[in-house]
């Protein structure tokens, strides 16, 4: 059975406090009361926009890794050599990214 949230915390914030809070749980796409508890409890905050990015740098390496796994499938010639050298290099920054998400 999960724990209902019934106990109530009054907090006292000055009007410009209180908007900072609101503009920062809007900016990660959270409540105030979520953004707050989150907080508290010392979870990890991803901001939308970062899982966004991360959603599309992933979708960027699933596309490279297609292509590298179709060019070693070809005969091996000297500018594919290179252009796959150039392509796992792009990969390994994508990796070193998208792990700053994480």
């Known amino acids: 059975?999960?724990?209902?949230?019934?106990?109530i915390i009054i907090l006292r914030l000055t009007e410009e406090e209180k908007e900072?809070?609101?503009?920062?749980?809007k900016e990660v796409g959270l409540t105030?009361?979520?953004?707050?508890?989150k907080m508290i409890l010392g979870n990890k905050i991803v901001p939308k926009t970062d899982v966004q990015t991360l959603f599309e740098l992933n979708?960027?390496?699933?596309?490279?890794?297609?292509?590298?796994?179709?060019?070693?499938?070809?005969?091996?010639?000297?500018?594919?050599?290179?252009?796959l050298d150039d392509i796992n290099?792009?990969?390994?920054?994508?990796?070193?990214?998208?792990?700053?998400?994480?």
């Not at 900072?20 to 749980?25: G, P, R, S, T």
């Open 1 to 7: 059975m999960k724990d209902t949230r019934n106990k």
């Open 20 to 25: 900072q809070a609101v503009k920062a749980a």
């Open 32 to 37: 105030l009361s979520s953004y707050v508890r």
């Open 59 to 83: 979708k960027i390496g699933v596309n490279l890794n297609q292509l590298v796994r179709h060019i070693n499938m070809l005969p091996v010639e000297e500018n594919i050599v290179s252009s």
């Open 89 to 102: 290099t792009f990969i390994g920054e994508l990796k070193n990214i998208t792990s700053r998400f994480v």
